[in-house]
């Protein structure tokens, strides 16, 4: 399954309460809901190139399938942890640096659209992203 291209969120499921769970304030959680995420995926083989582009920042990433790397969330949250791939998805777990506690990210394409789930201390979230 390719996840090549470049996908704009279209919408979003839960979300607002996965990041009350992640402790984001609401000021930057309702800023965080239309922050028109842009994300340009590049595979190739176990390396991935990743461009995060929002309302708040632009990020570029180059990730290697099952090695660890550091990322911060755009509220300043710092995470460790990895991508790797199972079939026809995409799994990342990313443990938070101040506290422990860890969020799980899984990336599929369903009906050509690019569905990153996320969990966090329970709660599970979704964005839907379409190709731009």
Do not use: C
């Not at 309302?55 to 399938?65: Q, S, W």
């Not at 990336?107 to 839907?128: C, F, H, M, P, W």
Request: charged content about 30%.
């Amino acid at each position: 399954m390719s996840f090549n291209g470049t996908w704009k969120v279209d919408r979003n499921d839960n979300y607002e309460k996965f990041m009350e769970q992640l402790g984001i304030n609401m000021v930057k959680r309702k800023l965080a809901a239309h922050d028109n995420l842009k994300i340009t995926i590049e595979q190739t083989g176990d390396k991935i190139k990743i461009k995060e582009s929002s309302n708040f920042r632009t990020l570029d990433l180059d990730i290697t399938f099952g090695v660890p790397f550091e990322y911060s969330l755009a509220d300043g949250t710092e995470l460790s942890g990895s991508w790797f791939s199972e079939g026809d998805t995409m799994m990342g777990t990313f443990t938070r640096k101040d506290n422990g506690k860890v969020l799980t990210t899984t990336r599929t394409i369903v009906d050509g659209e690019l569905v990153q789930s996320y969990n966090y201390d329970g709660v599970d979230a979704k964005r839907i992203f379409k190709r731009s």
